[in-house]
């Protein structure tokens, strides 16, 4: 039986436009005591975690390429920011976060529970 997921949302900005992004498009925002790399997209926001997980190199000092993935910095490993997946082939998964606007603001959803939390 397949559960849907359940969030916990951290509103990040008022609007849109107080996040600050650089020339790159992204920018890196700390959320509960987490640092999140948030992408601005041609339609929308996105985020995902600030390092890499292939060899920690920072997020937001990457960049969004052609299809509006991102891209490590570091050995341009390229991921989606739809699911996290390596798009490079190497196998490795970036987390990545929901985003919603909103009238009152700007949220980003971290996941609650878990596998254990429904077997309760």
């Known amino acids: 039986m397949k559960h849907a997921k ?8 008022q609007v ?10 992204l920018t890196e925002i700390e959320v509960a005591g987490k640092k999140i790399c948030v992408a601005k997209t041609s339609n929308s926001l996105a985020a995902c975690s600030s ?3 292939h060899a920690g190199g920072i ?10 993935n991102i891209v490590c910095p570091i050995h341009r490993y390229v991921f989606s920011l739809t699911n996290g997946r390596d798009i490079s082939g190497e196998g490795y998964f970036l987390k990545t976060y929901p985003v919603r606007i909103e009238e009152d603001g700007v949220f980003i959803g971290f996941e609650e529970g878990g596998l254990l939390s429904w077997l309760k």
């Open 6 to 13: 359940k969030y916990k949302w951290h509103k990040i900005a």
């Open 16 to 25: 849109t436009s107080e996040l600050t992004f650089g020339t790159n498009n």
């Open 51 to 53: 390092t890499c997980p």
């Open 59 to 68: 997020m937001c000092e990457g960049f969004l390429d052609s299809n509006e």
